[in-house]
């Protein structure tokens, strides 16, 4: 990861822009740039994943324009390649450097072409004027608020507006700011025509996209890491990494010491793949006492990402503490695309794909959030194979009655597109889905609930859920959480449109804790 952060303020200082980036040192601890384009300022702070030389450090500029880029550009070399042979020069292996020749070339056209995650701010010398924007999904993050005098600020996370704003509002993915507008670029939601095909051909793409989605992110100059649940997602990711390398991948799990229900199946898919597997074990005090620096890392009040952030972040701090990796491979963004438990619910195909589309707007307020912020808040990067656009855009247009669960088996065409291949136990690939936090250990979500419980008489609930009109509390938990958020990030709860849950309109879904736990079909899931 890296700190991104542009004030477009002609005057502005940097002793200002310095401090506004202090609390995200950890995002970029190898390096920190400010530079004044004449017209502002544009800052940078560094973590070094590609292009490990100084040369590869940011902000870039060519010719007065400047960019900073927090994101990874996938296939950059041939891109690079195609603006040499038009003349263009580079001092470095960054992936990133090759913004500002594509902007020359192609202009805001640029953006549809990039596969990657990335957000990035752009400073235009001829036009004097900024440019930002955010890659389709939003994995990698970008908020923007006002000064008081009007001046947009962008930055990476909300903790380096607190200062600058008294409104932060979250970029919206897939779109870029140019003169005071936001125009759409890319609408992963949107599907251009519905796939027909029959499910073994369906199968077989996804099987195939999936796999080229990892191989891409296998490129790094930095050593790599894999976080396994021993889930379908994360299993996935890490069998087909381990196939494509000739030396075992370093593969970690997290669970609580009384009741981890992940740490027997990861260590099963482990042995299988003969990864070098490491077990972090935590207890009620460290879950407890990560509370509060969860929140402040992650600027949520959500109740299911905080709950599943506690363990990410633990097992993060320990891969920091006790490797030398600096990117982590991650599960995310399956369970919007080929659905969770609840929506086994779904009335009917088209409620199903309304869903998905919904789940995929808000991704970046929620589980991608949680694994950009645990991830970098201990200076590693998150790359997430699910999230891989053109895997992205073909699930989406698969027709959703065949991703529905009719087959007595949820994500049923992802398990089948990986069957024949024989890389996971059979029983791992046709296991059903944990929630993470419950995986993690059901007393992580119990342990919590109980603490919460503790803060607060009734009466003092009561009176506390009313000061809040936005986004209410309704439980000691969620108001916990609301208190400790609104410490760090006052008044600004309308960075997240609303707590995660199930769809209530649906039968079945009719719950008031976002956990599958307490969801009709949840069966063995948790065992």
């Not at 008294?166 to 779109?175: A, T, W």
């Not at 997430?384 to 065949?402: C, N, R, T």
């Not at 993690?440 to 607060?456: C, F, M, P, T």
Request: some cysteine.
């Amino acid at each position: 990861m890296c700190t991104i952060i542009g004030y477009t303020k002609k005057d502005a200082s940097k002793t200002i822009l310095h401090e506004a980036l202090r609390p995200t040192t950890s995002r970029g601890p190898d390096d920190e740039r400010i530079v004044d384009t004449g017209n502002g300022l544009l800052g940078f702070q560094r973590l070094s994943i590609m292009g490990l030389t100084p040369e590869g450090m940011q902000p870039f500029e060519r010719k007065g324009n400047y960019v900073v880029c927090n994101g990874e550009i996938y296939g950059f070399k041939p891109v690079r390649d195609d603006l040499m042979q038009k003349g263009y020069t580079f001092l470095s292996d960054s992936d990133c450097e090759v913004l500002l020749p594509m902007y020359e070339q192609y202009g805001l056209d640029m953006f549809k072409m990039l596969d990657a995650e990335f957000a990035c701010i752009l400073y235009d010398k001829t036009l004097n004027t900024y440019i930002a924007a955010r890659d389709p999904i939003g994995i990698r993050p970008l908020y923007y608020g006002y000064d008081k005098e009007g001046n947009i600020i962008f930055a990476s996370e909300p903790k380096n507006l607190v200062s600058l704003t008294d409104k932060i509002i979250p970029f919206p993915p897939g779109h870029y700011y140019i003169n005071g507008e936001f125009i759409c670029y890319r609408n992963m939601s949107e599907v251009k025509e519905v796939i027909e095909d029959d499910v073994e051909t369906i199968c077989k793409n996804i099987h195939d996209k999936l796999i080229n989605g990892v191989k891409k992110r296998m490129d790094a100059d930095a050593p790599v890491g894999f976080l396994l649940s021993g889930g379908l997602d994360s299993s996935l990711v890490c069998a087909i990494s381990q196939s494509l390398v000739d030396k075992p991948i370093e593969t970690y799990a997290i669970g609580m010491s009384q009741d981890a229900i992940d740490l027997k199946y990861a260590k099963q898919v482990a042995d299988y793949i003969h990864s070098n597997h490491h077990e972090i074990i935590i207890t009620r005090k460290d879950v407890i006492e990560a509370i509060e620096p969860v929140i402040k890392a992650l600027a949520t009040y959500d109740i299911t990402t905080i709950r599943a952030s506690i363990g990410m972040y633990l097992i993060c701090k320990a891969i920091h503490e006790q490797s030398d990796i600096r990117v982590l491979m991650t599960g995310e963004i399956s369970d919007e695309l080929f659905g969770y438990k609840y929506t086994d619910f779904a009335p009917n195909a088209n409620a199903f794909q309304k869903e998905a589309e919904k789940r995929i707007r808000e991704l970046h307020m929620y589980d991608v959030l949680r694994a950009d912020r645990c991830i970098s808040v201990h200076s590693l990067e998150a790359r997430v194979p699910f999230g891989d656009l053109d895997f992205v855009e073909y699930v989406m247009a698969i027709h959703p009655e065949k991703k529905m669960n009719v087959y007595n088996k949820g994500k049923y065409l992802l398990r089948h597109a990986f069957e024949s291949d024989e890389i996971l136990p059979y029983s791992i690939l046709m296991r059903e889905k944990a929630a993470f936090s419950d995986a993690v250990g059901h007393s992580l979500a119990d342990e919590i609930k109980a603490y919460a419980d503790k803060q607060y008489s009734d009466e003092e609930f009561e009176k506390g859920c009313e000061m809040y009109t936005f986004s209410k509390p309704f439980t000691k938990e969620s108001l916990l959480f609301r208190d400790i958020f609104e410490k760090y990030y006052p008044g600004q709860a309308e960075m997240v449109v609303d707590f995660w849950m199930p769809n209530k309109e649906w039968d079945g879904c009719n719950v008031n804790d976002p956990s599958a736990r307490y969801l009709s079909n949840y069966g063995d899931s948790g065992k």
